[in-house]
């Protein structure tokens, strides 16, 4: 099973618990909504949410995803010289895995939450 994470702002949580659906600002400005594999999570976190303390981190089944009609496409990203894989369309919550906390250091940086277990195909 591969595995996508998505870096979650609460509020934005929340919502999908009343609606049944994830669906970031990121999916109605751009058409989809940005997720990270398992080596990019830190870098993510780091670059556009420190020293955030209200976002989460959501494991998400990339088969769900396709089982539930989403595309996901890898896309290059040349600002950070990787392939990051959007998904098109808003996100079940039965494709979304586990939810944890996602707390920054007292530094602002991000650390892997303990509670993720190691994948061995992420």
Do not use: C
């Given at each position: 099973?591969?595995?996508?994470?998505?870096?979650?702002?609460?509020?934005?949580?929340?919502?999908?618990?009343?609606?049944?659906?994830?669906?970031?600002?990121?999916?109605?400005?751009e058409?989809?909504i940005?997720?990270?594999?398992?080596?990019?999570?830190?870098?993510?976190?780091?670059?556009?949410?420190?020293?955030?303390?209200?976002?989460?981190?959501?494991?998400?089944?990339?088969?769900?995803?396709?089982?539930?009609?989403?595309?996901?496409?890898?896309?290059?990203?040349?600002?950070?010289?990787?392939?990051?894989?959007?998904?098109?369309?808003?996100?079940?919550?039965?494709?979304?895995?586990?939810?944890?906390?996602?707390?920054?250091?007292?530094?602002?940086?991000?650390?892997?939450?303990?509670?993720?277990?190691?994948?061995?195909?992420?």
């Open positions: 099973m591969k595995t996508l994470y998505r870096i979650a702002e609460r509020a934005h949580w929340q919502q999908a618990q009343q609606t049944g659906f994830f669906a970031s600002p990121d999916l109605q400005a058409g989809f940005h997720t990270s594999e398992r080596h990019q999570v830190l870098e993510t976190a780091n670059r556009y949410y420190r020293a955030r303390p209200d976002v989460l981190l959501l494991v998400l089944d990339e088969a769900a995803l396709a089982a539930a009609g989403l595309v996901v496409r890898r896309e290059w990203a040349a600002d950070r010289g990787q392939h990051f894989a959007h998904v098109f369309g808003p996100i079940p919550l039965a494709a979304v895995q586990r939810v944890l906390d996602f707390p920054p250091t007292a530094s602002g940086l991000f650390e892997l939450p303990e509670a993720l277990p190691e994948a061995a195909d992420d």
